[in-house]
């Protein structure tokens, strides 16, 4: 038996490169992204589960998007970030509103590339944890709003924002600035509620995607 190893293994390194690559794609499953959902780590491949499955992000490629960076006054400890140049115009008469009214909001991530979102997964597996795990809190690549450049988290990014007054603010308001909350504590595709998270949207935003009223809010 093990000698069997062995001598396979001496068989691997006699293969000439290409029939290396050529054993690499061997099983072979369809190629398209849309029937095969799916996503490499570290030479493992893992399934995307729901809720993500079917809701894959056509996002652009950066080199194509407008960057702007947000104002390091309005950043979480004045770090520098970028996104779309109509996102970030509207952000700014957005959050200019809300220091009217004695509220004031923190950026705390923005853009972030398919490779980044990878490096994210990459070093959450790295650092032990197990695929599942942190599925459950981060979008795989691919998948996450982020890569649209439209898209920002709010400090705190955890689930203290939905106490804040910033929160209840955003609801009531941000619509009007064309932004809206991707993953409300009720929606239809299941996703984990993430108050934190909104996207601009633009002039697709009416008064009919307004977050819920006040009363309309579950207790919390
Ligand atoms: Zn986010």
């Not at 949207?201 to 919390?220: D, F, M, S, V, W």
Request: hydrophobic fraction near 35%; charge should be negative.
């Amino acid at each position: 038996m093990h000698q069997t190893f062995i001598v396979f293994i001496i068989f691997l390194l006699l293969l000439p490169v290409s029939g290396l690559s050529c054993l690499a794609s061997e099983p072979s499953l369809p190629q398209s992204t849309d029937q095969l959902e799916t996503f490499e780590i570290d030479g493992n491949t893992y399934p995307i589960p729901e809720p993500w499955s079917g809701n894959r992000i056509a996002a652009p490629s950066p080199a194509a998007i407008d960057f702007r960076m947000i104002s390091k006054a309005h950043t979480h400890n004045g770090t520098k970030i970028y996104i779309e140049k109509n996102a970030r115009d509207a952000l700014q008469v957005l959050m200019d509103a809300a220091k009217e009214d004695g509220v004031y909001l923190t950026v705390n991530s923005g853009f972030r590339s398919y490779n980044y979102q990878m490096r994210i997964f990459t070093r959450m597996m790295r650092e032990g944890r197990n695929y599942e795990d942190v599925i459950r809190y981060v979008a795989p690549p691919g998948y996450s709003q982020h890569a649209l450049g439209t898209a920002i988290d709010f400090y705190p990014s955890n689930w203290e924002f939905a106490e804040l007054l910033t929160y209840t603010w955003l609801q009531d308001n941000a619509w009007k600035y064309g932004f809206k909350e991707t993953y409300p504590r009720i929606n239809e595709s299941g996703y984990p509620w993430e108050a934190w998270h909104w996207n601009y949207i633009g002039n697709a935003h009416t008064a009919e995607n307004k977050a819920p009223g006040p009363a309309e809010r579950p207790l919390q």
